[in-house]
């Protein structure tokens, strides 16, 4: 395929013709990304001609210069259908809130996207461990959006409409582990007591005893709770991105599991079902029957994040101490260990998939008790020697 060198905006281009999709032959100007400056021009036409190598290797067609963000829609509609309810959710809500409106404002297109663009986003978006920026984003968020932004590309290089996946030649940021905050037992007791009498009252309370997800605690069900047997299973979760989403599944197959119920909380749920019961008689067509166990007062199942935001005012308005919502079942989890169950009782009463999950976030705390386990050996061992002295 022979090509030439072009100058324009002052980069060089190289300017080959191929087939576009109804196999009429076009001229392609495609950007070598190198300046138009002095000594710079062998260097161009190298690049050119790679360029025009991997477009006739691959059989490129030439496509309408389409702007990348709009290639992203297209693909998320084809999506829609291919993948499951909440994970379309997710990657549309990556989309709205962030990868287009970025890629509108830098109006790249689809047929000059470079992994340089790609990466200038990811620099761009990246949040520094420690710091907290409105529209910073951690590595595992920006690994998220990395799945949406290869995924539409990697399409694009399927239909042969550009010669490789740019998102393949970048380095996304690290995922920094995150080490989540806990309350001590008497912040918790200040907490509960604080929290009394609001809407959340109930589901932080089951939330710290058992150390629940967010998505396990307002996903509970009437049908998965035993009054005769004094049980309740976590056998669904509900999350929200734009929609409010039930999940008919746990997050893994150790996440679907049973707990006693202590006589506080059997009484606790009780109650809720006959207020339940009362304002169903009250409203009538009116009430909405979810099936939920924590619900507003004509039925509809409370909103994950509204959860999650009266949760803060609260702590906010009792100066407390600013923790996420998340930061409850770490607070169970210190709570148990600084009671003295290992790592594997734990590990159970979370509903981890894996001891090793535990351990790499709770095995910090379990060391401080393995100091105070040394302290009174040391101590026992003094006292042994001391007597045997006397």
Known sequence: MSVSLQEKKG?????????????ETKQKWVSTKVPVKRGNKREAQRAAQE???KFEEGKIVAYPRTPFWQWLETWLEQKENEVDRITFQGYASYYRNHIGPYFKQHNVTLNDISPQDLQLYYN????????????????KSLHDHHIVI?????DA?????????????VTLPKKHKYVGS???????KALLEAIKGTVIENIVMLTIIYGLRRSEAVGLKWSAVNFENDTFTIEATVVRFSEILEKTTTKNQSSHRTYPMTPEIKQMLLSIRERQQEMKEIMGNSYVDSGYVFTWEDGRILNPDYVSRKFSKILESNGLPHIRYHDLRHTTASL???KGYDLKRVSEWLGHSDIGTTANIYGHLSFENKKGTLAAMSDLLSDDKNEGAC
């Open 182 to 188: 806990f309350y001590t037992k008497e912040q918790a």
């Open 150 to 154: 290869r995924g539409a590309l990697q």
């Open 336 to 338: 148990l260990i600084a």
């Open 11 to 23: 980069v060089y281009y190289a300017v080959f013709r191929v087939v576009d999709i109804n196999g």
């Open 124 to 139: 761009r978006k990246a949040q520094k461990p420690g710091e907290h920026i409105k529209g910073k984003l951690s590595g």
């Open 51 to 53: 360029i025009a190598s």
């Open 157 to 169: 290089v399927k239909k042969n409409i550009i010669p490789y996946n740019p998102a393949d030649r």
